[in-house]
C-alpha cells in the first residue's frame, strides 16, 4: 500500500478508519478539527491514493518536571520544567497494520520534532502509552519510562 503525509486537512476521507480503539477512531472522526482550530495540537495525518485517513498522529508542546527524569540524564538537562514534545495519539487503520505505517508515522514525528529543537528548546519526546500494546511499541524504538505517579505510562526518547 502506498501513503503519504499531509497536514490535517477536512477534504481527507476520515469516516473509513478504524484503528480498534473507539477512542482514537473518534477523535479522528469528531474532535480532530476542533482541536485543530483551536490550536490544541498539530495533527500529521497518513492517507492513501483515494485521500483516506489510513494513520495519523498529533503533536503538541509542554514541559515535564526535571525530577522525573532518571538519575544518570540530569546532568544533561537543566533543573528547571524540562521542555517537550508530547505524541498525544498515534494510530493505524487495521487495513495497514504490519507494513510498517506505525513505525514511519512515529519517526516523521521524531524527525519533525528534532527539527524544531534546533529552533526552540525541546529536549525529549513524550508519550503516555494507552495500553500493553502502545507500551511495547515505543519501547522497541528507544523510549524509556518517565518516574511519574498513578498508572499512567508516561514514555520519553531525549532529543
Given amino acids: ?16 478508519f478504524n484503528c480498534g480503539e473507539l477512542a482514537l477512531n473518534d477523535y479522528l472522526r469528531k474532535q480532530m478539527s476542533q482541536d485543530v482550530d483551536r490550536r490544541a495540537n498539530v495533527p500529521t495525518l497518513a492517507v492513501n491514493t483515494q485521500d483516506e485517513v489510513i494513520g495519523y498522529y498529533t503533536l503538541s508542546n509542554g514541559a515535564v518536571e ?47 520534532v528534532e527539527q524544531l529543537s534546533i529552533e526552540i528548546g525541546i ?23 518517565l518516574h511519574t505517579s498513578g498508572a499512567k505510562k508516561s514514555l520519553f526518547l531525549m532529543i
Fill in 1 to 16: 500500500m502506498t501513503w503519504a503525509f499531509d497536514k490535517f486537512d477536512k477534504k481527507f476521507d476520515r469516516t473509513k
Fill in 66 to 112: 526535571f525530577a522525573n527524569f532518571p538519575q544518570n540524564l540530569k546532568k544533561e538537562i537543566a533543573p528547571s520544567p524540562v521542555p517537550i514534545a508530547r505524541i498525544g495519539r498515534l494510530a493505524v487503520d487495521n487495513s495497514t497494520k504490519g507494513q510498517g505505517l506505525g513505525r514511519e508515522l512515529l519517526f516523521h514525528a521524531i524527525d519533525k
Fill in 123 to 145: 529536549r525529549s519526546i513524550v508519550v503516555d502509552a494507552k495500553n500493553p500494546n502502545a507500551e511495547a511499541f515505543y519501547l522497541k524504538y528507544g523510549f524509556q519510562y
